[in-house]
């Protein structure tokens, strides 16, 4: 792990004495999705390790036709404890409040962009020329904010015209990029972005509700047991898009009659429309449950808990905390080998990987699962799961601090 923060060509610093002043700038609470729940808890992790942190985020995020389920989570319930000091300043149809908004940040040590779709690349382009312009008041001798990115998608998982442009523009416009993947670091590395340095550090944790507590880990050890001619429980969870590959899961269903699939989340467009219509094939009748709609994080702890296999079988991917959450509540995961999934699953130990796009091989994944014996022997292999390691050294990233088994 590399130190980066990079304001006059040294590592971002505060007074002697006392954590950085720092501004992350991203969607939070109320916002849905895995980037705000990450968000929200950066904030929680960065202050827990000493620092001032302000979180500035959106009371607008999307225009509707982008965005066309809810955009914030049904009824305001968290999935994870909003942090304290988030402010809410920014709106995508107020130019004005992109520039004021960096104005307000100049006098902070650091500020943390999170960089996640080409829409908002202008919001994020002019809120870093206004924290650039309105340092330059600062008096004589006093280092301007040190400016980092973290990039969740270097290229963007749906090609928009001009969409990597914008990207890649935004990313160049910073001191420092923080990605969670070293397919990602390559993918920096070939759009020319590491002339400003790129620092790869797994994606931290956030887990809804954090690891299961007394009752989630009674739910997942009461799971019932498959009797035989029971079928296998297999369950996906999220927003149903094209690169999830959830149509393909249930292709190679049909094939497989000792397996039932769960399609848990929200359905946009003709992603959702693919699921819905394979649904209702003939040869998955009664084994399909689809349950449309955004789920809580209260709910995904019982949902798991009803399940015996947890699928993951994008078509492509970056990096995701899915396998972790799968892990941490008893499954074994199915995944195939794109973005974080293949250091994530150890094939034959705690899940089973195959190659992505390729039915015949989820095929026989899902009869291997649904062998007799083969679930207990994957959920022996399960390992631990630690919450605060990977966050220490996310935040040692992110603040520039090289961490003492990074030196060794």
């Given at each position: 792990?590399?130190?980066?923060?990079?304001?006059?060509?040294?590592?971002?610093?505060?007074?002697p004495?006392?954590?950085?002043?720092?501004?992350?700038?991203?969607?939070?609470?109320?916002?849905?999705?895995?980037?705000?729940?990450?968000?929200t808890?950066?904030?929680?992790?960065l202050?827990?390790?000493?620092?001032?942190?302000?979180?500035?985020?959106?009371?607008?995020?999307?225009?509707?036709s982008l965005?066309?389920?809810?955009?914030?989570?049904?009824?305001?319930?968290?999935?994870?404890?909003?942090?304290?000091?988030?402010?809410?300043?920014?709106?995508?149809?107020?130019?004005?409040?992109?520039?004021?908004?960096?104005?307000?940040?100049?006098?902070?040590?650091l500020?943390?962009?999170v960089?996640?779709?080409?829409?908002?690349?202008?919001?994020?382009?002019t809120?870093?020329?206004?924290?650039?312009?309105?340092?330059?008041?600062?008096?004589?001798?006093?280092?301007?904010?040190?400016?980092?990115?973290?990039?969740?998608?270097?290229?963007?998982?749906e090609?928009?015209?001009?969409?990597?442009?914008?990207?890649?523009?935004?990313?160049?416009?910073?001191?420092?990029?923080?990605?969670?993947?070293?397919?990602q670091?390559?993918?920096?590395?070939?759009?020319?972005?590491?002339?400003?340095?790129?620092?790869?550090?797994?994606?931290?944790?956030?887990?809804?509700?954090?690891?299961?507590?007394?009752?989630?880990?009674?739910?997942?050890?009461?799971?019932?047991?498959?009797?035989?001619?029971?079928?296998?429980?297999?369950?996906?969870?999220g927003?149903?898009?094209?690169?999830?590959?959830?149509?393909?899961?249930?292709?190679?269903?049909?094939?497989?009659?000792?397996?039932?699939?769960?399609?848990a989340?929200?359905?946009?467009?003709?992603?959702?429309?693919?699921?819905?219509?394979?649904?209702?094939?003939?040869?998955?009748?009664g084994?399909?449950?689809?349950?449309?709609?955004?789920?809580?994080?209260?709910?995904?702890?019982?949902?798991?808990?009803?399940?015996?296999?947890?699928?993951?079988?994008?078509?492509?991917?970056?990096?995701?905390?899915?396998?972790?959450?799968?892990?941490?509540?008893?499954?074994?995961?199915?995944?195939?080998?794109?973005?974080?999934?293949?250091?994530?699953?150890?094939?034959?130990?705690?899940?089973?990987?195959?190659?992505?796009?390729?039915?015949?091989?989820?095929?026989?994944a899902?009869?291997?699962?649904?062998?007799?014996?083969?679930?207990?022997?994957?959920?022996?292999?399960?390992?631990?799961?630690?919450?605060?390691?990977?966050?220490?050294?996310?935040?040692?990233?992110?603040?520039g601090?090289?961490?003492?088994?990074?030196?060794?």
């Amino acid at each position: 792990m590399t130190s980066f923060l990079v304001q006059s060509g040294g590592p971002a610093s505060g007074p002697p004495g006392r954590g950085l002043r720092i501004a992350i700038v991203g969607p939070s609470h109320p916002f849905k999705g895995g980037v705000a729940a990450h968000t929200t808890q950066t904030a929680h992790a960065l202050a827990a390790a000493g620092h001032e942190v302000e979180l500035v985020s959106w009371s607008r995020l999307y225009p509707h036709s982008l965005y066309p389920g809810e955009q914030a989570v049904p009824e305001g319930g968290p999935d994870l404890p909003p942090y304290p000091n988030t402010t809410r300043p920014l709106r995508w149809d107020r130019p004005g409040t992109w520039w004021n908004t960096g104005k307000h940040l100049r006098d902070v040590d650091l500020v943390i962009v999170v960089v996640v779709v080409p829409i908002q690349v202008p919001s994020l382009l002019t809120l870093v020329r206004s924290i650039r312009v309105a340092s330059r008041g600062r008096r004589v001798g006093a280092p301007k904010p040190g400016i980092v990115a973290i990039a969740h998608n270097v290229v963007p998982h749906e090609t928009h015209p001009g969409g990597e442009l914008l990207i890649r523009k935004m990313l160049r416009s910073v001191d420092g990029i923080v990605v969670h993947s070293a397919e990602q670091a390559q993918l920096a590395h070939d759009l020319g972005l590491d002339r400003r340095p790129v620092v790869t550090v797994p994606l931290a944790p956030h887990l809804p509700g954090g690891l299961p507590d007394r009752a989630g880990r009674q739910l997942a050890a009461a799971r019932p047991a498959r009797a035989e001619g029971d079928p296998l429980r297999v369950l996906t969870l999220g927003m149903v898009r094209e690169y999830k590959g959830y149509d393909l899961l249930l292709e190679a269903a049909k094939g497989v009659p000792e397996v039932s699939v769960t399609v848990a989340g929200e359905q946009w467009g003709a992603a959702g429309e693919r699921v819905r219509e394979l649904a209702a094939d003939p040869a998955l009748a009664g084994r399909v449950d689809v349950r449309p709609g955004y789920v809580a994080g209260v709910d995904i702890p019982p949902l798991l808990a009803r399940h015996d296999v947890l699928a993951l079988p994008y078509r492509h991917a970056t990096a995701s905390q899915n396998v972790l959450l799968g892990h941490a509540h008893g499954l074994p995961v199915l995944a195939t080998s794109v973005g974080t999934f293949g250091d994530d699953v150890h094939d034959g130990v705690d899940g089973l990987l195959v190659p992505p796009g390729d039915v015949p091989a989820l095929v026989s994944a899902l009869k291997q699962l649904a062998a007799p014996g083969e679930l207990d022997r994957l959920r022996a292999g399960l390992p631990d799961i630690d919450l605060t390691g990977p966050w220490d050294r996310y935040v040692a990233a992110l603040t520039g601090v090289t961490p003492v088994e990074s030196r060794r």
